[in-house]
């Protein structure tokens, strides 16, 4: 090998070693080219199990690029590309040193389709905020008791039997309105919009509480004549109150923040629309109950007290069997007061007698002795009171004698 380090010539020279030309060219490569978003196909994608690192490629129809990105950059992306995916990437350009390889170091990456449909998302959902178009509803317009609903989604989808069998469940009285739209593909922003139109018509002469606007979930291609422009702007001076359940929990559409309420699936559009009654229904359920066991418990207050009088109320008959027993008993006592009042009053008689009979002059007679009368019956007790020829009359205890006064 030939050494230039010591040969001059007539221009003073500067002699650089590959590495050192290979950092001025990845330096200078990363001055001249901020982080910029570049679109390809993903061919010969290597992924090192020990580092974690992807090593890939990415072409067109005229170049290939190489790119490699970093397992602290590709940990969180939530996939992995394919041979053949259509991805857009972002990350900076350089020189792989050790190599001498031109390529691409990649902080972020997002398949084609799904990232330029989102940033057409963000930047219209940007612009209709900034309008102001997200504040004009408010989920206090939606009645807190609705009795007729109008459902705009597809007449063949999962998403109006959910719907129906939801209300038909927890509010079977809401009257529902099923006013068919395309959902998915070219002119269903389109259809959407017309069917919202006719349910408007609809409600000038017959009052529609609120509109469910729905599909099942999908793509964000699937779902996307949910973001039009159009569709939202209309839907913003809609005059009837407009739950949004589009999609699956996750999926967020721009009728979403339009709407008065975001449901997270049809099914969910349904339970909000139906809360209300489904509450007034459990109210009335409630009430019912504490009713009926009010009544019960009057009932049995009630027949409790009923049980007691008819213990104390007693029938006519026996009423006056007692009265006859009363009369009865009060016969005897009466009679047993008048014994012992008639055997009181023999005693006495007795006791009279007994006295009279001591004091009787037949008695007095019985004893040897005699009363004299003179002829008028009076008792000659003086014999100065007798006259010479009086007739006196003596009686004995047996008998009486007659006499003539003759001194």
Known sequence: MEDYSNQTTGD????????????????????????????????????????????????????????????????????????????????????????GRYQMKVSKMELA???????????????????????KKNPDHIPEIISRV??????????????????QRRSPHIEILVVPAKVQGDGSAR???????????????NIIDAVILCRGGGSIEDLWSFNDEGLCR??????IPVISGVGHETDFTLTDFIANIRAATPTAAAEIVSEGSSKLHENFEFLKQSLTKEVKQKINQLSEK???????????????????????????????????????????????????NVINPEQILGRGYSITFTNDGKILSDAGQANEDDILETRLAKGTVKSKVTN
């Open 12 to 99: 003073q020279r500067e002699i650089l070693s590959v590495s050192e030309v290979n950092k001025t060219a990845d330096d200078f490569i990363n001055e001249a080219f901020p982080p910029l978003w570049v679109a390809g196909e993903i061919s010969n994608f290597v992924e090192y199990g020990t580092t974690g690192h992807w090593y890939f490629s990415i072409k067109d129809s005229n170049s290939v690029l190489s790119c490699t990105m970093f397992k602290f950059q590709n940990m969180n992306l939530g996939f992995k590309p394919k041979e053949g995916d259509q991805v857009i990437l972002q990350g900076k350009l350089g020189i792989y040193q050790k190599a």
């Open 113 to 135: 389709g799904f990232g330029e449909l989102m940033r057409k998302y963000e930047q219209l959902k940007n612009k209709l905020s900034s309008e102001g178009l997200f504040n």
């Open 306 to 356: 009923l049980a007691t009088l008819q213990r104390l109320l007693r029938s006519p008959t026996q009423r006056l069997q007692e009265q006859y027993m009363r009369l009865d008993s009060n016969l005897i006592e009466l009679k047993a007061k008048f014994n012992a009042l008639f055997a009181e009053k023999i005693n006495l008689l007795k006791v009279l007698k007994e006295k009279l």
């Open 234 to 239: 209309y839907l913003a001076e809609y005059d």
């Open 150 to 167: 109008a459902v705009v989604t597809s007449a063949h989808g999962a998403a109006i039997r959910d719907v129906i069998s939801t209300l």
């Open 191 to 205: 259809s959407i919009q017309q069917s919202l139109e006719r349910i408007d018509d609809f409600h000038k002469k």
